[in-house]
């Protein structure tokens, strides 16, 4: 399955010409332009066949870029034509809906290509982008989770009024929300050198290498960078949510971190809390969609008010609702209804080691009809079902021309079982697919 590409809606991804029926075309050398708007004296043009030459021109450069962002098949560029196949138009509309995509409007004459010659309008344009990212799966892009959070916003705004599912959802997305905003505006500057700092002398006191920067609120200040727990402390004022830095920032380990243990504290703790964010993000907002598609929110509200305590795990929670609840079919819309197997779910549990969990995910996929060659085909859909569950670690050892794979131990040479991180599975993912294709 390939990941959603959003830099393939480029031309299309911010269209904002300052009027919801203002027209566009493409202009010469990329990218669109308005030419007009509805109901003003050009509309009388539109019958004209260079303008509609131009309509036809603007609803096939995003009908391809479209296909190209969830990479779907059935797209011929060839004459300086492009076509589409009748398969390739059913997909997208399956993704984004016979009411969003209306494909009637586009109009396909025999032989694929685009014949109707209606305008395209900024209104038509926003509304198809926003629910192909709403609708997409794929790697974190900042834009396309506020799409898609928007997108849960509204439909939660709808809820009946009153204790129960509506406030569970809202404060659970509010707190998503501040995250986004963190990641976005706050994480990179996190950390700074602190120039004060003599080398010469012990670190010891306010005499540390880095210090960290805060703003709540509104208030600039920077502290001597003296523990991990202090970096805990300020993400929980600052966004209200607990995060385990110390318990899990380093693999394999299970006793506290503490700076001293670290190798490029700035570095090593940015990384972590961007991982472990992104992971709830979007377990967060992708399992809400499913859930909601499949019929299933009661079980997905359930979820997010159990009372864990911090990120990591209700981050566990909801992908272990996910794994258990929600058909593979969901993370792969561009697959089709017609090559899916709903039935072709992966199990596994907390007792089986994590190579034999991906083992089970390849497996599944393979078994609704995706079609892959290696591992990076399968790598997306394989982290979003299982980053933050728990499972036995394990890594592979060369075994003659195959693998074998062995517990991942801690410095007491205990098998460690804790949250699964992407370098993990990054770890597992190729000898797991060597070892399926020789099967």
């Known amino acids: 399955m390939a990941d959603f590409n959003i830099k393939a809606l480029g031309a299309f ?15 010469q050398g990329g990218g669109v332009e308005q030419n007009g708007r509805l109901g003003n004296f050009i509309g009388k043009m539109f019958r004209t066949s260079a303008t509609k030459a131009n309509n036809n ?13 969830f990479g779907i098949a059935g797209m011929t560029e060839a004459g300086g034509k492009t076509t589409f196949s009748a398969e390739f138009m059913a997909k997208l509309e399956g993704i984004l809906g016979r009411d969003v995509l209306k494909t009637a409007d586009f109009k396909l004459n025999r032989d694929g290509s685009v014949t109707s010659g209606k305008p395209l309008t900024q209104r038509r344009i926003n509304t198809i982008v926003n629910k192909a990212m709403v609708a997409s799966r794929g790697q974190y892009d900042a834009s396309v989770y506020r799409a898609k959070l928007d997108s849960i916003n509204a439909k939660i705004a709808t809820m009946p009024e009153g204790p ?8 659970h997305f509010a707190a998503v929300g501040k995250l986004v905003d963190f990641m976005d505006k706050e994480l990179d500057g996190l950390f700074d050198e602190n120039f004060t700092y003599n080398p010469q002398k012990d670190q010891e006191g306010d005499n ?36 385990h830095i110390q318990e899990n920032i380093l693999a394999g380990v299970k006793n506290i971190a503490h700076l001293s243990d670290l190798d490029d504290p700035p570095e090593q703790i940015a990384a972590y809390l961007k991982r472990a964010m992104t992971e709830f993000v979007m377990a967060s907002i992708d399992t ?5 598609k499949a019929g299933k929110l009661d079980g997905y509200q359930g979820v997010i008010s159990h009372a864990w305590p911090c990120i990591e795990g209700k981050t566990s929670g909801i992908t272990e609702f996910r794994l258990t ?5 969901d993370v792969n819309p561009a697959a089709g209804p017609a090559e899916v197997n709903v039935n072709a779910v992966a199990t596994h549990d907390k007792e089986q080691p994590l190579n034999q969990c991906i083992g089970r995910e390849i497996t599944a996929l393979a078994e609704k009809g995706v079609k892959f060659e290696s591992w990076k085909d399968v790598a997306a859909t394989v982290k979003q079902n299982l980053i933050g569950t728990i499972r036995p670690i394990d890594v592979p050892v060369k075994d003659g021309d195959s693998w074998k794979f062995e517990p991942l131990r801690d410095e007491k040479g205990q098998p460690v079982v804790r949250a699964i991180t ?5 770890n597992l993912g190729e000898a797991c697919m060597d070892v399926i294709l020789e099967g």
């Open 13 to 27: 991804r911010n269209v904002d010409f300052g009027n919801a029926d203002a027209i566009a075309n493409l202009k």
């Open 422 to 426: 992407e370098e993990d599975i990054d």
């Open 288 to 292: 809400y969609l499913d859930a909601d």
């Open 57 to 69: 021109a603007a609803r096939t450069e995003l009908l391809k870029s479209l296909g190209q962002a």
């Open 325 to 329: 609840n929600l058909p593979l079919e």
């Open 208 to 243: 540390v290498p880095h210090v960290l920067v805060t703003k709540l609120g509104g208030k600039f200040a920077e502290k001597p960078l003296k523990s991990i727990g202090m970096v805990t402390q300020y993400i929980k004022d600052f966004t209200g949510q607990l995060f």
């Open 164 to 171: 129960g599912t509506k406030v569970a959802m809202q404060d």
